[in-house]
T-cell receptor, first 113, second 113 residues
């Protein structure tokens, strides 16, 4: 079965610093999604990537999907306290149905003022 | 306001006592899904529904039932809850499938003693 591995598991950065979170798949990705979660709350959609080499940006967050479509990275530029939370990558599963979705275990980001 | 609502938000119950967690969305979305989130295991899909009367198992369906009689509602039923079902549960919906932005509910924290 497909798995998504995220690294690092947790990250503490000083405000203003850049950071990168990685998401690696055991199989080719056909749809890769990034979500953000504040502790104990529901997830908020950030971006979706589908094509090899695709890159999308929203405000100070940029996500890329590599050419082989097995790894994605999320990069935050000039981090702010509002960026703190848990970042999860998700992907279409391989359960044989279009509705199956799997997630990585998440990366917990703390931003120190 | 577009939203996904879950009830109850918090529930403490005893082993074997049947319970239902309701989920409702007001966006006319076709796709709805249930997840559970556990420390160290991340977010895992329980069941999903591509449309009314169409449901399918996710990765951890054991011990759960769902139904989709109306487009807006997707209740999660625990016929005989056990302590290993203690978890944080999220309902989500999207326009057509997981390839579209999913809107998550606020979560239901369930404790089974």
């Amino acid at each position: 079965s497909q798995e998504l591995e995220q690294s690092p598991q947790s990250l503490i950065v000083q405000e203003g610093k850049n950071l990168t979170i990685n998401c690696t798949s055991s199989k080719t990705l056909y749809g890769l999604y990034w979500y953000k979660q504040k502790y104990g709350e529901g997830l908020i959609f950030l971006m979706m990537l589908q094509k090899g080499g695709e890159e999308k940006s929203h405000e100070k967050i940029t996500a890329k999907l590599d050419e082989k479509k097995q790894q994605s990275s999320l990069h935050i530029t000039a981090s702010q306290p509002s960026h703190a939370g848990i970042y999860l990558c998700g992907a279409d599963g391989y359960g044989g149905s279009q509705g199956n979705l799997i997630f990585g275990k998440g990366t917990k980001l703390s931003v120190k003022p | 306001e577009a939203q996904v609502t879950q009830n109850p938000r918090y529930l403490i119950t005893v082993t074997g006592k049947k319970l239902t967690v309701t989920c409702s969305q007001n966006m006319n979305h076709e796709y709805m899904s249930w997840y559970r989130q556990d420390p160290g295991l991340g977010l895992r899909q329980i069941y999903y529904s591509m449309n009314v009367e169409v449901t399918d198992k996710g990765d951890v369906p054991e011990g759960y039932k769902v139904s989709r009689k109306e487009k807006r509602n997707f209740p999660l039923i625990l016929e005989s809850p056990s302590p290993n079902q203690t978890s944080l549960y999220f309902c989500a919906s999207s326009l057509v499938g997981p390839s579209y932005e999913q809107y998550f509910g606020p979560g239901t924290r369930l404790t089974v003693t």
